[in-house]
């Protein structure tokens, strides 16, 4: 059970969050247990959704993203957010189960995408203090600075939902996936 409340329903939200829940039902077609958590307070919820909206346009894949929120969920031990990307990853990325064992190890069976996941999970890891050699991999794989600045921000954005969700204890509301190796 969750050490915070959850609004049960969108009407159950804040008055100034309910507009941004409906946002997330007409994208996802549901609302997950995490948006309602943070819409107790309607600037984390529009914070949160700005940020993951603007990482969304940039120019890692959608693949690419699940990948590293995988790794990043596995890194700090969060359950909740292990089990929405596990079924994100496989459902909306389409990617199999070996690719997600991959990520959850920190890496990826797609050479490219490889060094992203093993990068984001150092600067996880790491908590951004990641080495020069750590830098030039991740650039000698073909990601440029700007990418390099999308993932150590997608890693920012998934810490920050794992912290939220376990510091919550948030209901997974999701097919649920165990945390095999918190760092």
Not at 27 to 38: D, E, K, S, W, Y
């Amino acid at each position: 059970m969750s050490r915070i409340p959850t609004p049960a329903t969108i009407a159950d939200a804040p008055d100034a969050a309910r507009p941004l829940l409906e946002q997330v039902e007409k994208q996802l077609g549901q609302v997950p247990n995490m948006f309602r958590l943070i819409a107790n307070s309607p600037a984390a919820l529009d914070g949160y959704l700005s940020l993951s909206g603007a990482l969304a346009k940039g120019r890692l894949t959608a693949a690419t993203r699940e990948r590293i929120a995988l790794a990043v969920a596995e890194v700090n031990g969060c359950s909740y957010c292990l089990s929405a990307h596990s079924y994100l990853a496989r459902n909306l990325a389409k990617l199999d189960d070996a690719e997600i064992t991959a990520n959850r190890s920190g890496a990826s069976n797609d050479p490219r995408a490889d060094a992203a996941v093993r990068f984001a999970a150092e600067v996880a890891r790491e908590r951004g203090h990641v080495s020069d050699n750590d830098l030039r991999a991740v650039k000698l794989a073909g990601y440029d600075d700007d990418e390099v600045i999308e993932i150590v921000l997608h890693v920012a954005l998934n810490s920050l939902t794992n912290y939220v969700n376990e510091v919550a204890t948030t209901d997974i509301d999701f097919p649920a996936v165990s945390v095999r190796q918190a760092a």
